[in-house]
T-cell receptor, first 115, second 113 residues
Framework: DTGVSQNPRHKITKRGQNVTFRCDPI?????LYWYRQTLGQGPEFLTY????????KSRLLSDRFSAERPKGSFSTLEIQRTEQGDSAMYLC?????????????FGEGSRLTVL | KQEVTQIPAALSVPEGENLVLNCSFT??????LQWFRQDPGKGLTSLLL?????REQTSGRLNASLDKSSGRSTLYIAASQPGDSATYLC????????????FGAGTRLAVHP
């Protein structure tokens, strides 16, 4: 399968713990995005990378959140000192800057439950 | 600030019906508009993308139209099937490019046999 891959698919953790999600984009895609989706809502933009550079971060991304894309390939999203309000689906997407339609392709998401 | 609204929030129809899902956005200056499908607990599947210079796109039983001046898009599904049951989301790219999408809350569709 050559689509966007996310791991783990589900994570249950206790409040205060740290969690990390991984995203592997479509191989030729140079842009990678993270979104967060809560129940009954559309996804909200968190941050995006062009190659290894993080070019934009939403105000939703508090200091407890950090994202990296060290070699311009896979990306990680870490949440430190998790809170119950962090419970959501975390979606990763990728696109190819060289294709001017800007179409985004999403992964299956990583669902976080904070107890 | 761009806002995207989808009406209705939920829709239940018998199999075989043709149906229309609506999406409206407050700022007509968009780069493009993308329709997605989301099954429960799953990620998003791209259905159709309409560039700002286009008025419609078609894929199989799906047809999406775009009227930028009025800030509206519709997704038409012909001859609906139970397998079409899902949440349908529309999203717009801001004019500065495709660095981020702004989503509506979606329309939850149920097609019953």
């Amino acid at each position: 399968d050559t689509g966007v891959s996310q791991n783990p698919r589900h994570k249950i953790t206790k409040r205060g713990q740290n969690v990390t999600f991984r995203c592997d984009p479509i191989s030729e895609h140079n842009r990678l995005y993270w979104y967060r989706q809560t129940l009954g809502q559309g996804p909200e933009f968190l941050t995006y990378f062009q190659n290894e550079a993080q070019l934009e971060k939403s105000r939703l991304l508090s200091d407890r959140f950090s994202a990296e894309r060290p070699k311009g390939s896979f990306s990680t999203l870490e949440i430190q000192r998790t809170e119950q309000g962090d419970s959501a689906m975390y979606l990763c997407a990728s696109s190819n800057l060289g294709v001017n339609t800007g179409e985004l392709f999403f992964g299956e998401g990583s669902r976080l439950t904070v107890l | 600030k761009q806002e995207v609204t989808q009406i209705p929030a939920a829709l239940s129809v018998p199999e075989g019906e043709n149906l229309v899902l609506n999406c409206s956005f407050t700022d007509s200056a968009i780069y493009n508009l993308q329709w997605f499908r989301q099954d429960p607990g799953k990620g998003l599947t791209s259905l159709l993308l309409i560039q700002s210079s286009q008025r419609e796109q078609t894929s199989g039983r799906l047809n999406a139209s775009l009227d930028k001046s009025s800030g509206r898009s519709t997704l038409y599904i012909a001859a609906s099937q139970p397998g079409d049951s899902a949440t349908y989301l529309c999203a717009v790219h801001p004019p500065e490019g495709y660095n981020k999408l702004i989503f509506g809350a979606g329309t939850r569709l149920a097609v019953h046999p």
